[in-house]
């Protein structure tokens, strides 16, 4: 059942009409690679995996307006990316760690060279300035950058012209960029 | 030096995703402008930075429970779903149900006993043989044709049967005495019950003889599946009401057969005490 060799169109006409057990290959086919877009906007293992279990439930309860030939990946995608927004936003009220902290940390780590190479810290950085980024600009360049979907893809599945994908991608890009120096480490 | 390219083309050139007019009007920009150039590259490192964070791995139960987590989701809220109705169904069903149970329970169960009064509960009686007339006055069983041949009385019938029986077989009388005979038997349940011909009766007349009825009086004996008397009642033919004294005497005699046809159920017999002057024309004829 697993490795079904059904396309996802007869799937989800099956699921559609009423047989749960037809949702599971789609389970199957698409748990990781949603896994690993819902880890890029999360940065946390047990949250992406969290995000993608409710992920496809919601979609399931939305099964019945899905459009046949549509992707059902992308679709599946947006519902998951808008869900990660609204977590994220409510996460970012409560313990958001400060671009001053983050800075402290990644200090305390760089002077222990064995610890913390040159690369690794550049990896913490950027993870950090991407979590630091609001959540429409971190979604948005997950999207395109780490999960390359064209920006008529984007425009699809975050419900938003594709002009405002242009422009948002390029503030975000901008935003990122000065949050990136900013927690770039005085080694003096 | 401060550029004019707007960031969206520098972004969207960096993406392939221009025109080609736009394309080539950016392409033409870099080419003359230092500071888009480091730029572009700057946007190059960037993504390259957000593409070198690794994914961690996902956990092993993740990997082997997700699939199966998510059907069992799906199917509890499905069962769910349904139940969200229950607080309209269950008042609904429950007060269904009241309304069959009313309607269809049957009446309750109404055992002929003299508590219960019951006269006649089942008029179409199938008494029809000769045994409707038992007299025995010499304290032997007697088989019940016999026993109507040997009345002398008059004898009043409200039973059919019996007063066909009277008017074809039994002479007239001569002798006006009072005689208990016996007028109906009846149940609420037996249909079938048919007293047989030779069956043994005991000797009831003389006590009711002895205990001397008014006249027009009923003595209503209840009698159980083995034919005897549980319980006694005598009054107006009626309402009679129970009579402990001459319950007490008949109680436990052999009144009717111990064999039935048909379900044994308790049943009653009625004595009547007629005057015989007053019935006596319709034996006449």
């Known amino acids: 059942m697993y490795n079904s060799v059904e396309n996802d169109d007869v799937l989800i006409e099956r699921v559609q009409g009423g047989d749960c057990e037809a949702y599971n290959p789609l389970v199957e086919r698409y748990k990781l690679p949603l896994y690993k877009v819902m880890y890029r906007m999360m940065h946390n293992r047990d949250d992406a995996e969290d995000m993608v279990e409710e992920a496809f439930i919601k979609a399931y309860k939305a099964i019945k307006r899905f459009e046949r030939g549509r992707s059902f990946f992308s679709w599946l995608c947006r519902i998951a990316v808008n869900n990660a927004i609204n977590y994220l936003k409510k996460e970012r009220r409560g313990n958001a760690e400060s671009i001053e902290d983050v800075k402290y940390r990644l ?43 064209s920006y008529d893809e984007i425009s699809k599945i975050l419900k938003i012209p594709r002009g405002t994908v242009m422009s ?10 000065t949050l990136f120096k900013e927690m770039e480490v005085n080694r003096t | 030096m401060k550029c004019d390219l707007p960031i969206e083309l520098l972004s969207g050139y960096l993406d392939g995703e221009l025109d080609s007019e736009q394309t080539r009007m950016v392409e033409e920009h870099l080419e003359a402008c230092k500071v888009c150039r480091k730029e572009l ?45 229950a607080p309209v169904l269950v008042p609904v069903a429950v007060a269904a149900l009241v309304l069959i149970v009313l309607v269809k329970s049957p009446e309750p169960t109404q055992f002929v006993d003299i508590d219960h009064l019951v006269y006649f509960v089942e008029p179409e009686t199938r008494y029809t043989e000769t045994t409707a007339e038992v007299s025995a006055v010499d304290g032997r069983s007697v088989p019940a044709e016999k026993s109507a041949e040997r009345v002398r009385a008059p004898v009043v019938m409200k039973d059919e049967a019996t007063e066909e029986l009277t008017a074809a077989g039994a002479p007239a009388p001569s002798a006006p005495e009072p005689v208990m005979k016996k007028a109906a038997v009846g149940s609420e349940y037996r249909r079938e019950a048919e007293l047989s011909e030779d069956a043994d009766m005991t000797d009831i007349e003389g006590l009711f003889q002895v205990y001397e009825l008014p006249k027009g009086q009923v003595v209503r004996a209840i009698v159980d599946t083995t034919g005897r008397v549980v319980k006694v009642a005598t009054g107006n033919t009626i309402i009679p009401e129970r009579d402990t004294v001459l319950e007490n005497r008949l109680q436990g005699q052999q009144l009717a057969p111990d064999r039935f046809k048909g379900k044994r159920v308790q049943f009653y017999l009625d004595f009547i005490n007629e005057d015989p002057e007053e019935t006596s024309e319709p034996c006449t004829e």
């Open chain 2, 41 to 85: 590259e700057d946007l190059k490192q960037l993504d390259g930075y957000i593409r070198s964070v690794e994914v961690e791995e996902p956990s092993r139960e993740f990997l082997f429970t997700v699939n199966r987590r998510v059907i069992d989701r799906i199917k509890k809220k499905r069962r769910v779903s349904f139940f969200r109705f």
């Open chain 1, 107 to 149: 200090a305390a780590r760089s002077g222990n060279p064995v610890e913390m190479t040159r690369q690794k810290m550049l990896k913490e950085r950027i993870t950090a300035a991407m979590e630091h980024l609001p959540s429409e600009y971190r979604t948005i360049l997950v999207l395109r950058v780490e999960e390359e979907f």
């Open chain 1, 168 to 177: 948002r991608l390029a503030r975000a890009r901008e935003k990122l960029r």
